[in-house]
C-alpha cells in the first residue's frame, strides 16, 4: 500500500488546483488540500485490509465489502475479450475515472441540498483519512482553515463556501489516487470503459522503466520525500516568502 504517499500527492494537487477552481485565498486552500488528501484514499475502499476500509470499523468494512461485490459484477459484465481472468475488485470500480467524477458529483449535489451537515460530515471523512497516514497536523490544518473562515464571515458562510468546491476537491483526490497507481507495476484502468487494445479495464502505465513497486525503496527514499518538498513550497505563502528572502531582501545599511 502506498497511503502516505497517496494522501501527500493529494495535499499536493489540491493546494496546486484551488486557485484553478476559484478557491483564492489561503484558509480555504486549507481545507481544499486537506479533504482532496483524504480522499486521494478512497478508492482502495476495494481492499480490505487498506486505510479507508478500517477508518469506520463495521461501518466503512460493510462499505467495502458492497464496493468490491458491485466491482466484480461489473467486471464480468463488462470485460472485454482480451481482458484477464481475475476478480475484479481491487483496483477496478473505485479506480476509475466515471467513479472519480461519480463520487465528486455526488459531494456537490450531497452539499447543495443537504446543507452543512452533509459538507461537515464529509469534510470530516476527509481529514480523517488524511490524518490517519499522514499525522495529525493535517487535521489540525483544515480545522484551523475552517475556523479562520468561520471567523472572519460565520459558520453558515463558511460551510456554504466548503460546499461550493467539496465536489472538486472529492474528485480531484479520487483522480490523483488513481494517477499514482497508473504508474506502479500494476497500472491503472481509469480510462475505463473505453474498449483498448481488446480490454474495457486496461491498466493505464508507463514504460516499464518508469514504473515502481508499492512500498519498496523508490517510493520511501525518493518519491515521498520530492513530495514533501513540493508540500512546503505548494503551503499559501510559503512561495513568495522564500522568493521575497532570496531575491529581494537587503541588508540594511548603518
Same mark, same amino acid.
Given at each position: ?36 488528501? !483524504? ?102 490544518? !483544515? ?23 467539496? !465536489? ?18 500494476? !497500472? ?67
Amino acid at each position: 500500500m502506498m497511503g502516505r504517499t497517496h494522501a501527500l500527492t493529494g495535499w499536493c494537487a489540491g493546494l496546486a488546483a484551488a486557485p484553478l477552481v476559484g478557491v483564492a485565498t489561503g484558509a480555504p486552500q486549507v481545507v481544499f488540500a486537506a479533504v482532496t488528501a !483524504g480522499f486521494a484514499l478512497l478508492p482502495d475502499l476495494d481492499h480490505p485490509g487498506a486505510t479507508a476500509t478500517r477508518l469506520l470499523g463495521w461501518f466503512t468494512r460493510s462499505v467495502s465489502w458492497l464496493l468490491r461485490k458491485s466491482s466484480a459484477r461489473l467486471y464480468e459484465a463488462t470485460k472485454g475479450p482480451r481482458d484477464e481472468r481475475c476478480t475484479g475488485t481491487h483496483r477496478h470500480l473505485s479506480h476509475t475515472v466515471l467513479f472519480a467524477f461519480a463520487l465528486g458529483g455526488a459531494a456537490a449535489v450531497g452539499a447543495a441540498v443537504g446543507g452543512p451537515w452533509v459538507v461537515l460530515g464529509v469534510v470530516a471523512l476527509g481529514l480523517l483519512l488524511a490524518a490517519a497516514v499522514l499525522g495529525d497536523w493535517v487535521l489540525l490544518a !483544515g480545522l484551523a482553515g475552517g475556523g479562520w473562515m468561520a471567523a472572519h464571515t460565520d459558520a453558515v458562510a463558511a460551510l456554504a463556501e466548503v460546499g461550493g468546491f467539496l !465536489g472538486a476537491a472529492v474528485a480531484l483526490g479520487c483522480i490523483v489516487h488513481d494517477l499514482g497507481d497508473a504508474i506502479t507495476e500494476a !497500472g491503472c484502468p481509469f480510462l475505463f470503459p473505453l474498449l483498448i487494445a481488446g480490454e474495457t479495464w486496461y491498466e493505464i502505465r508507463p514504460p516499464r522503466w518508469l514504473r515502481f513497486r508499492t512500498g519498496k525503496a523508490f517510493e520511501q527514499m525518493v518519491v515521498f520525500p520530492a513530495f514533501v518538498v513540493l508540500a512546503v513550497w505548494l503551503a499559501p505563502g510559503v512561495a513568495e516568502t522564500i522568493r521575497h528572502v532570496a531575491f529581494d531582501w537587503q541588508p540594511s545599511r548603518v
